[in-house]
Protein backbone atom coordinates (compact mmCIF):
# COMPACT_ATOMS: atom_id res chain seq x y z
CA UNK A 1 0.00 0.00 0.00
CA UNK A 2 2.73 2.15 0.02
CA UNK A 3 1.60 3.61 -3.80
CA UNK A 4 -1.42 5.46 -1.90
CA UNK A 5 0.47 8.72 -1.53
CA UNK A 6 -2.02 10.86 -3.62
CA UNK A 7 -6.04 10.50 -4.93
CA UNK A 8 -4.43 9.73 -8.14
CA UNK A 9 -2.24 6.41 -7.39
CA UNK A 10 -5.40 5.08 -5.24
CA UNK A 11 -7.44 5.74 -7.84
CA UNK A 12 -5.12 3.67 -10.40
CA UNK A 13 -5.10 1.01 -7.64
CA UNK A 14 -8.53 0.30 -7.31
CA UNK A 15 -9.64 0.46 -10.61
CA UNK A 16 -7.18 -2.26 -11.11
CA UNK A 17 -8.80 -4.08 -8.33
CA UNK A 18 -12.29 -3.43 -9.99
CA UNK A 19 -10.42 -4.95 -13.67
CA UNK A 20 -9.36 -8.18 -11.80
CA UNK A 21 -12.66 -8.28 -9.93
CA UNK A 22 -14.38 -8.39 -13.16
CA UNK A 23 -12.48 -9.95 -15.62
CA UNK A 24 -9.64 -12.15 -14.13
CA UNK A 25 -10.99 -13.79 -11.04
CA UNK A 26 -13.55 -16.13 -10.54
CA UNK A 27 -16.84 -15.36 -8.48
CA UNK A 28 -17.64 -17.37 -5.93
CA UNK A 29 -21.47 -18.04 -6.55
CA UNK A 30 -21.13 -18.03 -10.10
CA UNK A 31 -18.27 -19.92 -11.03
CA UNK A 32 -17.16 -17.42 -13.08
CA UNK A 33 -15.93 -14.08 -13.45
CA UNK A 34 -18.59 -11.69 -14.07
CA UNK A 35 -17.73 -10.69 -17.11
CA UNK A 36 -17.86 -13.90 -18.51
CA UNK A 37 -21.57 -13.92 -16.56
CA UNK A 38 -22.83 -10.60 -18.77
CA UNK A 39 -21.00 -12.50 -22.37
CA UNK A 40 -17.82 -11.26 -22.49
CA UNK A 41 -15.60 -13.95 -22.86
CA UNK A 42 -12.22 -12.11 -21.67
CA UNK A 43 -10.45 -14.15 -19.30
CA UNK A 44 -6.75 -13.28 -17.51
CA UNK A 45 -4.78 -10.11 -17.61
CA UNK A 46 -2.99 -11.30 -20.48
CA UNK A 47 -6.28 -11.03 -23.04
CA UNK A 48 -7.57 -7.90 -20.99
CA UNK A 49 -4.70 -5.57 -21.74
CA UNK A 50 -4.35 -6.91 -25.03
CA UNK A 51 -8.36 -6.01 -26.11
CA UNK A 52 -7.69 -2.48 -24.32
CA UNK A 53 -5.26 -2.17 -26.58
CA UNK A 54 -7.22 -3.06 -29.62
CA UNK A 55 -10.23 -0.32 -28.80
CA UNK A 56 -7.95 1.75 -28.05
CA UNK A 57 -6.64 1.77 -31.38
CA UNK A 58 -9.84 1.87 -32.85
CA UNK A 59 -10.69 4.88 -31.18
CA UNK A 60 -7.70 6.73 -32.38
CA UNK A 61 -8.36 5.75 -35.98
CA UNK A 62 -11.73 7.03 -35.28
CA UNK A 63 -10.75 10.48 -34.48
CA UNK A 64 -8.65 10.57 -37.11
CA UNK A 65 -11.09 10.00 -40.09
Not at 13 to 18: A, H, I, K, N, Q
Not at 23 to 43: M, N, W, Y
Amino acid sequence: MRGLKSMETAKTLLEGYVANYNFCRDHQVLGKTPAQASGIEIKGWRKLIEAAQKQNVEKEVEVKV
